[in-house]
């Protein structure tokens, strides 16, 4: 299937793709890690780390996990937060080598990609990610990113998902209302904390991603 037949739609002129949204228009925002990526970059950068340094990955994501939320909090920076791991865990890594596998670690879902720059120009896009320092910053240089809207990143609020507050930043950015917003995202109580704010929630398993544009289509099409 060609990116036009998954979204087709008329291609606007310059004025309507830079005017502002339309009332009872529809649009959608993502998450990211297990949207836009295969499986978890969590459990594959804690994974490449303990390959690497020959420490166990049990004893590499106790560490890890009891700490991330500085990271997505904005908290600490990933230097910070490596100094504490690798103190921890007895990983003897280099920062500027841990930072390189770090954000190596990243698979991407090309499929959700493929969907991204199938949207239609009138939709505005959105992302909320518990993200990190350096990852988002990365992220935001990616040229695929250029297609949204609106980018919030947790890092960078102080709030992460499923807070009110993740989502009442992703509302602002969005420049629309939270009832004219689809949020995908792949867990359970994300979406039901999007739901609770008002968006148009959608759970999302890459195995399913056909089914997925299926339901996103009908959502933007104005079906209930």
Known sequence: MSVSEIFPSPVPSTSEETAAPALGTRHVA???GGVFTVGTFDGRSTQN???RSGVAVEKVRESYFRHVRQLEVGAWSLPQFWEVVGHETGVQLPYPEFEALYLGSIHDHEPMYTTLAALPRSVRVGLLSNN???VSDHLGRDPRFARFDALVFS???GHKKPAPEAFAALEREMK???AQVAFV???QENIDAARAFGFHGILYHHEAHEAFEHELRAWLSGAD
């Open 155 to 157: 890092n960078e609020i």
């Open 185 to 187: 995202d792949d867990v």
């Open 176 to 178: 629309v209302p939270a």
């Open 49 to 51: 780390v303990a390959e």
């Open 30 to 32: 993502f998450d990211w």
């Open 132 to 134: 990190y320092p350096v």
